[in-house]
């Protein structure tokens, strides 16, 4: 997926200022920056949900994971996925629901759920939903650290099975670290930094990543 010089302005206020990335496909990019730095931006501009300047190519079909489930509270978990996916993959819910750790609760109202366990649901949809693309908005941010931990694994898991090209922001340089390929940090609407990150998965949650620092000193600077 490329993006050459995007510009996205809201009334005299120019959020993104000639953004060029080339997403490698079948990768993970994670884009960070403090708020209102364009990221959330960047991942409308890809979904071909705002207008904006420049030009997008290779996204495809897109998938959205957010921070906060959505759930339907009429529905149950296996209905909310209905909801969203085509009649095409409903075969491979309950499959999905297992493999999120959510085995026999597709019966269950969101009510139900822990908040670990209505963002699982999240991801099986995101994940289930015919994509090229997918794009991830701070999943984990609102998320304690035990969650996180069992999440991040599980998602990488879910990536490597599909193989779709990810966009994936973060305001966390943790997050950015364990679940990329590279890392670009967005500053004033333009790219500020571009760090690859090549170990190999999975990435120990505890470990330390040199890139890290990279990045720290990219977002303060």
Not at 24 to 40: D, F, H, M, N, P
Not at 47 to 74: E, H, I, M, V, W
Not at 151 to 159: A, G, H, Q, S, T
Request: proline residues 5%.
């Amino acid at each position: 997926m490329r993006l050459e010089h995007i510009v996205k302005s809201y009334g005299k206020r120019e959020v993104l200022r000639g953004i060029d990335l080339f997403a490698e496909e079948g990768k993970i990019t994670a884009v960070l920056g403090e708020s209102g730095a364009g990221k959330s931006t960047l991942l409308n501009v890809i979904a071909g949900l705002t207008d904006f300047s420049g030009t997008c190519t290779g996204a495809g079909r897109c998938s959205y994971l957010f921070q906060s489930p959505d759930l339907l509270p009429n529905l149950t978990v296996e209905g909310n996925l209905k909801f969203v996916l085509p009649r095409s993959v409903w075969g491979k819910i309950p499959a999905m629901l297992e493999a999120v750790g959510l085995a026999g609760r597709g019966n269950d109202r969101p009510r139900a759920l822990s908040g670990g366990e209505a963002q699982r649901a999240a991801i099986a949809r995101a994940f289930l939903y015919p994509h090229d693309t997918l794009l991830m908005d701070e999943p984990f941010s609102s998320l304690d650290l035990k969650l996180k931990a069992s999440l991040i694994p599980l998602v990488i898991r879910l990536w490597q099975e599909t193989g779709n090209t990810v966009v994936f922001v973060t305001h966390d340089v943790r997050e950015a670290v364990l679940l990329s390929h590279r890392a670009v940090v967005l500053k004033e609407g333009r790219i500020a930094a571009d760090v690859p990150v090549p170990s190999p998965f999975p990435r120990g949650f505890f470990a330390r990543y040199a890139e890290e620092d990279a990045l720290i000193r990219a977002l303060m600077q």
